[in-house]
Nanobody
Framework: QVDLVESGGGLAQPGASLRLSCEAS?????????MEWFRQVPGKEREFVAA????????FYSTDVEGRFTISRGDAKSTVYLQMNALKPEDTAVYYC??????????????????WGKGTLVIVSS
């Protein structure tokens, strides 16, 4: 069992920045390998945003956000961040923190995710 709790969502104007946080805990937490962010708008599938291993030695992004968003981990292995800059209205979505168990690689699809947070809403609008 892994608990993931997102925070930091809200309303932002186009061009502004927001930082999302994900706090991870639970008895199986030490058995996770990759942390990821996905997002979803009503009527569409959940889509991959970014991924990072707990080592922090690499990061991966969707083409829609690369160059604008940055995923990072905290100094203690329990928090992952998503820094979102130059926000666009099309970034409006519920953002979900996700985790992958040891022995599996990061995933661009929901099927490869083992644990999910409940999501935090980001609205980009003037």
């Amino acid at each position: 069992q892994v608990d993931l709790v997102e925070s930091g969502g809200g309303l932002a104007q186009p061009g502004a920045s927001l930082r999302l946080s994900c706090e991870a805990s639970g008895r199986d937490f030490d058995s996770t390998n990759f942390m990821e962010w996905f997002r979803q708008v009503p009527g569409k599938e959940r889509e991959f945003v970014a991924a990072i291993p707990w080592s922090g030695l690499a990061d991966f992004y969707s083409t829609d956000v690369e160059g604008r968003f940055t995923i990072s981990r905290g100094d203690a292995k329990s928090t992952v961040y998503l820094q979102m800059n130059a926000l666009k209205p099309e970034d409006t979505a519920v953002y979900y923190c996700a985790a992958v168990r040891d022995g599996r690689g990061w995933s661009r699809t929901e099927n490869g995710i083992d644990y999910w947070g409940k999501g935090t809403l980001v609205i980009v609008s003037s």
